[in-house]
């Protein structure tokens, strides 16, 4: 069974510019959640969709925002990138709530 | 949870020894406890959890943590450690309020199993 996927692995953007990250989850599951993995600063929640629907959301401002396809994979929007925006984001998958599974993450580098 | 509290950020130790990594939490209402574990580069992985029943949890690669209620605590433990599990681990705790779940970690603590 495959995992959750994320793509890119590695992002590089200039500040200002907008990224888009991407997330598969694990076949069967409706639920997809982000996070922001900042060095030194642990994980962050940043967003849960669950069947199409923003179910809730973290305390980030609201140029971080995304959605989720009717196949449940779900898109990670940063608009207006700043340089404390440079975190691993940590995509997660699961059909219960409180039983996550997670991808390899995608790097976001803002210079 | 308004809080989880891992209480060392770094503990090195030495191959074969005892080892606990401490995790406290503060909340006002049902929470579900986790364990993760971070290798080098990867995402997390689910290493154990409490959901409900027996309060001493245990994984398949002899880690155990117990659910302390009154303490408000769930501490993670490994009898004898091995160099492959130098990694960090991340406690996390999942509660209910209205509105749906939502899962917060804490800081991690590395951990470091030398030769």
């Known amino acids: 069974e495959a995992g959750v996927t994320q793509s890119p692995t590695h992002l590089i953007k200039t500040r200002g510019q907008q990224a888009t990250l991407r997330c598969s989850p694990i076949?069967?599951?409706?639920?997809v959640y982000w996070y922001q993995q900042a060095l030194g600063l642990g994980l962050q929640f940043l967003l849960w969709?669950?069947?199409?629907?923003?179910?809730n959301r973290g305390n980030f401002p609201p140029r971080f925002s995304g959605r989720q396809f009717p196949n449940y994979s779900s898109e990670l929007n940063v608009n207006a990138l700043e340089l404390e925006d440079s975190a691993l984001y940590l995509c997660?998958?699961?059909?219960?709530?409180?039983?996550?599974?997670f991808g390899p993450g995608t790097r976001l580098t803002v210079t | 949870a308004q809080s989880v509290t891992q209480l060392d950020s770094q503990v090195p130790v030495f191959e074969e020894a005892p080892v606990e990594l401490r995790c406290n939490y503060s909340?006002?209402?049902?929470?579900?406890l986790f364990w993760y574990v971070q290798y080098p580069n990867q995402g997390l992985q689910l290493l154990l959890k409490?959901?409900?029943?027996?309060?001493l949890v245990e994984s398949i690669n002899g880690f155990e943590a117990e659910f302390n209620k009154s303490q408000t605590s769930f501490h993670l433990r490994k009898p004898s450690v091995h160099i492959s599990d130098t990694a960090e681990y991340f406690c996390?705790?999942?509660?209910?309020?209205?509105?749906?779940?939502?899962?917060?970690f804490g800081a991690g603590t590395r951990l470091f199993v030398k030769a």
């Open positions: 997660a998958s699961s059909l219960r709530e409180y039983e996550q599974y």
């Open positions: 076949s069967g599951h409706t639920s």
């Open positions: 969709y669950d069947e199409g629907e923003e179910r």
């Open positions: 909340s006002s209402v049902s929470v579900y």
């Open positions: 409490y959901l409900s029943g027996s309060t």
């Open positions: 996390a705790v999942s509660e209910y309020p209205s509105g749906g779940f939502k899962t917060i």
